[in-house]
Structures are given as structure tokens and as C-alpha cells.
């Protein structure tokens, strides 16, 4: 892509009621078959009164997958009429990052709901058993997505060290019962080969599938990445990410978000083939426009460089934790303000900091126009 | 004696979970909630009970972290952004402080359910630790977060004595950050001499027994300095600690051994853990008698409800076979 600052999104987009009912088989309201229809008005979706009458049909197996293929394709024209460069299907398909995977693997059982914080849960498995694959997860999706969207796509992989990070370990802290006396030993050597066992047996046959289905860019998801930021883990995630994408053709890149960039920073120049950085910081920034100092959001930027990362970077320009609407001017001193940063404007690139799945359609909408505007406005400062 | 406890808040049962989710989505009231965790902590005192445990708590089910109740409760302080608890996936809302602190009410009186702990097993009350409070508080009033870290151990002095007072047997103060330290770093000598200090403040004229619980770092951290402690009883997390390293000192303390991962569903077996923990023992105490409790590493919430019952359940088995084994 030879336009400087191409705009992506990074992955989720919320779903739309239609979708939840319509999938779960719950009945659905007139506010929701006429907001699917208003949606695709504006979308231009010329076909949308077939999606009409699909969702006042009964419930069944055919009617559910094609939910899902409509909202995905609704998705793809949302991110399309919004003017994005890189983009994918908002994970219409999927039920949530970390359950979409561990649902379609063996060797896996859920527990049930611990607390994330306050009345926040997340249901949380166990790894039981050497995970196995069993079928493809991402690669329908994908073959969906390839033949509806019209630009570049890249395809967001929940990865390995999260994965992990994210599930008790029971089959490995048995298999070394007896084994290793040292508690703390024995809980490391089980993650290692927990999370090996995970990307050979599993990660890396979807990969493979994916790319043989004719994906060329993978994003691989790892928001536990500094979870444990000591450097005995730093080096495991490291080494997870490379044993990953090792031999691979194709282009990866990694997209960590609310993490602490103080330790990614000193790691992320020891990713091996990961050709761009997504990172979020749009979040951590002010509302005002310029460049420079206030740009107070961004100060962790230089550390990548300083540390050596040569990659490029997709930087969060556009804040998915709040309905305020970045106005094009600010997305544009973002960018020219990164540039400073990086010297070099081809190694930029503009995106939301994470998935937009906590924000409506509408919210959601204008943010990504209004970022698709100001990445244009600063290609002609550059001019 | 040897004991046991469990050592944080107990995860909310499925129920309970359910009733919270929906009070969210506005579909249950104030009433349907309050009635929910009354009957979801009589269960976590009955399961704390049937497994034998020494002392026992409530399950802090309504506690939404460690700091919330004095955050939500201290004057000065307000209820700040998510952050991350550690190096888990949950997070807890930082206490801002922007005022002077004070306590104008009991604490956890408020965030308690006191009348449910029944009458003939002693009651233990958990307590966020001075240096960890200061440490996970963004500090917009005092000078230095030791200055926060002085202040909060006077209140929490006149805590633990009314909490005394309501009869309250045993009080641990939860210690996290002190051991949490990532690439190896250590606390300077100075700042375990302020923490030394600061731990007097908080259990100065306390008459029930105190404990430290350190957990999501390696205790040896903190060693030789801790061992003078002001504190009866050391808590320890043994999934964090350097076992070879933690043997070369000798405790004149009784110790708190986190020897059930609340961070892993996997269930231990007990007759691993009681060889682990007899030659850890005869490594810290050798042959003078000093109390030793059996514990999780930290709090079971974060394990499903029926998880956390059976590590309840193999503290408690732990603690009976050690008595028997040992002859007390």
C-alpha cells in the first residue's frame, strides 16, 4: 500500500440486536427488523429486504447462518462506506475472542463465571486435556468476508499467550504432579508446555489453513501480552509469538492494547516477521488539537523506537471507550504528531485503538469517518 | 496451634453471579440483590465451617476489591479508574485520594455481614496492608505516598480495634505489593524500615493475633528484614516464593503457608502438599513449637464457586492431617 497513513479498524464491532436474536432464535422486534433495514438503506445495501423477510421467518439452523453472513457483509459495508483501507467483518461470527476459540478446540471444559471486576464475569475454561483441533474456526468467516469485501483484509487471531493466560492450566500442572516439587517451578514449566502445545497443535494449523484459503495478513491479538511483565514471561511471549507466524508466508502484526508499553516496548524489537505494531493510545491522550507536548497520550511511542522496534506502527487515533467523536482535525495532529515521533511517515498507519464492540453503530460510524478524514487531511500537510 | 483460613474474598456463588448480573441490566432490585448475598454468604460461612477451618470469615462477597470499602467509606478519598489487579485478569478501582483521610465510620461494619458469623467459631477480618494501600492509591493530596502510607495505618489502628471490639479474634493485613515485584527488583532497605514502621502504627495496642499476608510475589523479597516484623504471624504464597531460598532462614514467627493455588482450578492432592508442607516447616521452624496455618496462596475468587469449596476443602484436610502427624 503505497498511500501514506492507510486507516484499519482492529476488529470487533458490536452486534447488532438483530444479530444476537436472530442467531440465538429469541423472537425479534419490529425495531429490530426496521432498524436492520434502516441500516442497510444507509449502507446501500441493495438486497436488505431479503435480510427483512430472513428475519421474520422461523427459527432454524439455515436461518442462523445466514444472520450471521448478513450481519458480517452489514459489518464489511459499514467499515466500506466509512472509507477504511484495511479492515475485516467487525467478528460478526464469533461470540467473543476468547470463547469463539476454546469452543471449536478439544481439550478444553468451561468452569463457569469468575469476577472480572464488580458485577463484570467472564466465563472462564479449564485446559483439560492436550488441546486438539478439531475444525477450522476462522477460515469460514474469512472465505465470507474475502468474497464481500471490495479493499485490503486482515484477519484478527486471538493469540496463544493470551489464550493461555486466560485458562487454568489443569492437564499440564497434573502431568508434572510428582514430577517437579518446587511450586512455582512446576507452574511455569506447565505454561510452557500449555502454550506450546496450544500454537502447534492448534494456532498454527488454523494459520496454515487460513493462508491455504488465501489470507495474507493475520493479526494476532494479545492483550495479555505484559500481563506478567517480568522478564522469564516477556521472554515466553516473545518466543510464542515467533514459534507462531516461524515460516510462514505472510504478513503479521501484533495488536496489544491497555497494557503497560514500558515493557512491550523493550520486548516488541524481538518479534521476528511482525511487520506492524497496533497500538492504542488515543485512550491515554487529550481532546485538544496540535502537536507536540499536548500530545501527552503518545509519550510511550518513543520507547519502541528507542528500543529499536523498525516495524511499522498503527497508532490509536480514535478512543473506543467513550462516544465523544474525535473531530478529523484532532485525528490529523495525531498522526503529524506520531510522524515527528517516527520520522519516517511510511511507518505510520492510523486505526481505533482496540475493537469498537463497546460503541453503536452510529457512535461507531462517525468515528470511523471522521478518522478516514483526518488520516486525508494529514497527507496533504505532508503535500 | 495449627490452623487454618482462607486468606481474601470468596468468589459469589452461580446464583448469586446470576442476581448480580441482572440487578446490572436492571432487572432485579435492591432487595432481590441484598437478599441474594445474604443467602450466598451464609453459604461461604457454611462452607468455611464444614471444613473445619480455625478461623473464619464472611467471604467479603460484597467486597468488589481488596481497597473498595475504604475507598467507597474513608472521607478523602474517591472511587477512581479501573487498573489492573497485578498480574491477573480482574481489575479493581484506584482510591483517589484528594483530601485529608478520615475515618468517620466503621469501615467494615458497612461491607460486612457481621450478624451472619455464627457464635462458636473465631472470627478472622481481612484488611487491605498500609504499603499496599498507599502503593495502589493515586495520591493528589499528601506529599509522599509514604506520608499516605502513615496516615492510613492510624485508621486502620482504630479499625482493627473496634473490630476487636465486635469480636473479631484474628486480623490479616493483605500484602501484595511488597513481594509484587517484577524483573527482580527489591524494596529498598529504607522503604521495608518505613513499612516496619507503619505496620507498628496500625497494630499498636491490638490485642488479637495480626498477620501479614504477602502473595503474588516471592516472599523471600522481603527476607531477612520481615522476620522482625511487628506482626505474629508471616504469610506466604509458595506458587511466588523461591522454596530453596526460603529454607536458608529460620522463623521465630508463626507462618501462614499459601499452599492451595487460588489461581489454578486444579485441585491439589493432599498427601502431596502434606510432605511439601511438613519439610518447609521443619526447614522455618525446626524444633521450636510456632503456630502454623494452612491457607490458599491468596483469595479463591478467583476460581468458580464450586472450585473454590473443594480448595477450602483440602486446606481444611491439610491442616487435620498435619495435627494428627505431629501430635498436637
Known sequence: MNKLFPTQEVGSLAKPSWRVKGYRGAPLSKEDVTEALEWGKRLEIADRDILGKLLTEKDSPKKRKAVLEWSAKYAIKLFEKAGLDVYYDGEQWRSEMYEHIIRNTAGFEFLGHVKSFDYRYFNKAACISKPKYVKPFYVDEFLFTK??????????????????????????????RGKVKDFRRKKLEAKHEFLFDLINE??????????????????????????????????????????????FNCTFSLHNCYSNYGILAKYACKLRNCSQLTLEFANRDNQKTGVGDVRVGYKELKLFEEYGFRGKYSVGVVDVHTDFVEPPELVRDRILHVVNVVGDPSRVCASTDCGLRTRTWEVAFQKLKNLVQGAEMARKVLK | MIGCYVTGILPRTKELVELTRAYERGKAGERELEKAFEDATLKA????????????????????????????????????????????????????????????????????????????????????????????????????????????????NEEIKSLAKLGFKYVQLSEPTIVYKPFN??????????????????????????????????????????????????????????????????FDKGIALGLVDARNSLVEEVENLIESVKEIVESLHGSRQKDIFVCPNCDLEFLPWERAQEKMHAVGSVAKRLREELNE
Not at chain 2, 478520615?102 to 455481614?113: F, H, P, V
Open chain 1, 202 to 247: 492448534v494456532v498454527r494449523p488454523e494459520i496454515r489453513n487460513l493462508i491455504d484459503a488465501g489470507a495474507e495478513w493475520i493479526q494476532i491479538d494479545e492483550p495479555a501480552a505484559t500481563t506478567n511483565p517480568t522478564e522469564e514471561e516477556m521472554e515466553l511471549f516473545v518466543e510464542s509469538f515467533n514459534v507462531t507466524v516461524k515460516g
Open chain 2, 185 to 250: 527488583q527489591c524494596v529498598s532497605k529504607d522503604e521495608i524500615n518505613a513499612v516496619s514502621e507503619a505496620l507498628k502504627a496500625a497494630v499498636d495496642g491490638v490485642q488479637i493475633k495480626t498477620c501479614l499476608q504477602t502473595f503474588f510475589g516471592d516472599f523471600c523479597k522481603i527476607l531477612p528484614e520481615a522476620l522482625d516484623f511487628p506482626i505474629d504471624h508471616l504469610g506466604i504464597d509458595l506458587y511466588e516464593t523461591d522454596l530453596n531460598k526460603l529454607k536458608d532462614y529460620h
Open chain 2, 45 to 156: 460461612i457454611n462452607a468455611q465451617s464444614s471444613v473445619g477451618l480455625t478461623y473464619i470469615t464472611d467471604g467479603m462477597l460484597k467486597w468488589q476489591d481488596l481497597l473498595r470499602p475504604f475507598t467507597e467509606n474513608l472521607v478523602g478519598v474517591k472511587v477512581g479508574s479501573l487498573s489492573r489487579w497485578f498480574n491477573n485478569n480482574t481489575f479493581y478501582r484506584k482510591p483517589v485520594i484528594v483530601d485529608e483521610i478520615k475515618r468517620e465510620k466503621s469501615i467494615i461494619q458497612n461491607s460486612s455481614y457481621i450478624k451472619l458469623l455464627p457464635r462458636n467459631i473465631s472470627w478472622k477480618a481481612i484488611l487491605p496492608a498500609p504499603y499496599t494501600f498507599a502503593q495502589l492509591s493515586e495520591n493528589q493530596f499528601y506529599k509522599s505516598s509514604e506520608e499516605l502510607m502513615f496516615k492510613y495505618a492510624k485508621i486502620l
Open chain 1, 147 to 176: 468474497q464481500n469485501a471490495n479493499g485490503k483484509i486482515k484477519v484478527p487471531f486471538t493469540g496463544p499467550y493470551t489464550l493461555v493466560d486466560w485458562t487454568f492450566n489443569e492437564y499440564y500442572q497434573k502431568k508434572l
